[in-house]
């Protein structure tokens, strides 16, 4: 069983920052890509920021300048640094891995995380 556990989220004013941190746990024999998804109510979940096992990364034009995506993967950890926040940010924030299990061999899954709420007041 793999889960991933989400912490960071908040309530800041427009302009502040947070930090978002998604820990995956269990049987894990390797994690591909890992990322940021967000869902605003009434909208569509929405790529935010992905990062590959090898450091590549891809993210919304959105958030580019604003936010940095980085993992740390000794911990299976991912990290979104949200700074200059702004009201239209405000969303669920969900954390999402592709990850090798061994439940299916070698093919990955996709896992996700139960979500974090995120809310800049203006």
């Known amino acids: 069983q793999v889960q991933l556990v989400e912490s960071g989220g908040g309530l800041v004013q427009a302009g502040g920052s947070l930090r978002l941190s998604c820990a995956a746990s269990g049987s894990i024999l390797r994690i591909n890509g890992m990322g940021w998804y967000r869902q605003a109510p009434g909208k569509q979940r929405e790529l935010v920021a992905a990062i590959t096992s090898g450091g590549s990364i891809n993210s919304a034009d959105s958030v580019k300048g604003r936010f940095t995506i980085s993992r740390e993967n000794a911990k299976n950890t991912v990290f979104l640094q949200m700074n200059s926040l702004k009201p239209e940010d405000t969303a669920v924030y969900y954390c999402?891995?592709?990850?090798?299990?061994?439940?299916?061999?070698?093919?990955?899954?996709?896992?996700w995380g139960q979500g974090t709420q995120v809310t800049v007041s203006s």
């Open positions: 999402n891995a592709q990850i090798v299990s061994g439940i299916r061999g070698f093919l990955e899954d996709d896992y």
